[in-house]
């Protein structure tokens, strides 16, 4: 165990309100993973102390969205020039993709300034400063169509709560036709916006819907003495406590 993980135990024990189990099995994953990722597509990425904008224990774990993995290992197999990675937090994506892709340039969309700060701490704890573009602030529509060129080839990642519906506007936005695309869609913001991207790609792209799945003890990722006792923990700790099921687009251009 390093100093750091070190570290990280001793704030959770200090600043954290657990009760006795929550400390048990918080402390059992910072020993186990040593606050690095260890499985899915970003395994052996060290990861900052924090999370932004969503849960931090599942990413460590290696779980984090885990229903894009085979589709973001199958993306693996194109050369893409750039990656856009609109509402980026932390940089889980951003810097597992900077990684995963070494000769791609990463653009990082990030608002929050606390969520800066982790994405490039967590760039740099991980060597790939050099290849992520920090922009911090929202990327809006002028921004996407300015940045787009339809001689590249892009990837883009999208989570940005709602707001797909006005970056993803393949009218608006025409070198959105040679994009790959994977969104997280909110259509408990806007009603039906699934259907509405999926109506404006239908002709351009073939498309995958991907929906959540509950997380159960098997998805645990460590090895513990632990986790017989504390099934549910885990569990909780495994969730990304989102409001309800979510579901994602996978597009690519046909």
């Known amino acids: 165990m390093t100093s750091y993980t070190l570290k990280l ?4 024990i200090l600043f ?9 099995v918080t402390n059992s994953i910072y020993r186990k993973t040593d606050a690095t990722v260890i499985s899915g597509p970003f395994k052996g990425m060290k990861y900052v102390e924090n999370s932004t904008g969503s ?9 984090y969205e885990k229903e894009l993995y085979t589709n973001i290992e199958r993306f693996l197999n ?7 990675d609109i509402g980026a937090a932390e940089g889980y994506f951003a810097v597992g993709f900077a990684m995963r892709y070494p000769k791609s340039e990463i653009i990082a969309f990030e608002p929050g300034f606390y969520g800066c700060y982790l994405l490039d701490k967590l760039a740099a704890m991980n060597g790939v400063s050099d290849r992520v573009k920090i922009k911090a602030q929202l990327c809006m529509p002028e921004d996407l169509k300015q940045m787009l060129n339809q001689d590249k080839k892009t990837f883009l990642f999208m989570d ?5 519906l006005d970056l993803l506007d393949i009218v608006k936005i025409p070198a959105l036709k040679s994009c790959s695309v994977m969104v997280e869609i909110h259509d408990m913001i806007i009603p039906k916006l699934g259907e509405t991207i999926k109506e404006r790609f239908q002709n351009t792209h073939n498309i995958i819907e991907i929906w959540q799945e509950q997380r159960t003890i098997k998805d645990l990722t460590i090895k513990t003495f632990w ?7 885990y569990v909780n700790l495994m969730s990304e406590g989102r409001s309800t099921v979510m579901r994602w687009l996978v597009m690519e251009p046909k």
């Open 9 to 12: 135990i001793i704030k959770n």
């Open 16 to 24: 954290q309100r657990r009760t006795i189990a929550g400390y048990i």
């Open 55 to 63: 849960v931090y224990f599942p990413k460590i774990l290696g779980i």
């Open 78 to 84: 194109i050369e893409f020039d750039e990656i856009m």
């Open 160 to 164: 940005v709560e709602g707001a797909e």
């Open 227 to 233: 986790k017989s006792l504390f099934k549910k923990q």
